[in-house]
């Protein structure tokens, strides 16, 4: 523990974190911060249950594995959202890239860009 912590600890009165609304009130700063630390417990479960909700919709849409144009490896994951919509993933070096109206059969786009990244190859 630093200097600061044991100084507030013999100067409660000394430490801003002791105070709501302006007032010295270490029991309810306390219980804000109770009340705050609960607050963002839930926002992250939220956070969690959307990001588990995100990766099993893709493990549903996931269509194929290919060449990542950027890093080369076969790691580029491409799942299918909507029939419009397109999203490829590199599981290595994260490139990706979206996009809603290219879908092409058969061959890969010439040019590579972050945003016709996507093709499809029946
Ligand atoms: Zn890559």
């Given at each position: 523990m630093g200097e600061w912590s044991e100084y507030f600890e013999d100067f409660?009165?000394?430490?801003?974190?002791?105070?709501?609304g302006g007032k010295f009130d270490p029991e309810g700063a306390k219980r804000v911060r109770e009340a705050e630390g609960k607050r963002s417990a839930a926002s992250a479960e939220i956070t969690q249950m959307l990001a588990n909700a995100w990766k099993a919709e893709k493990e549903r849409s996931f269509v194929q594995v290919d060449e990542c144009?950027?890093?080369?490896?076969?790691?580029l994951n491409t799942y299918k959202i909507k029939d419009t919509f397109y999203l490829c993933e590199c599981q290595d070096c994260g490139m990706y890239g979206q996009d809603v109206n290219i879908i092409l059969s058969g061959h890969k786009l010439p040019s590579v860009t972050n945003i016709n990244l996507c093709y499809l190859m029946h």
């Open positions: 409660p009165e000394e430490n801003p974190g002791n105070y709501v144009p950027q890093c080369g490896l076969e790691a």
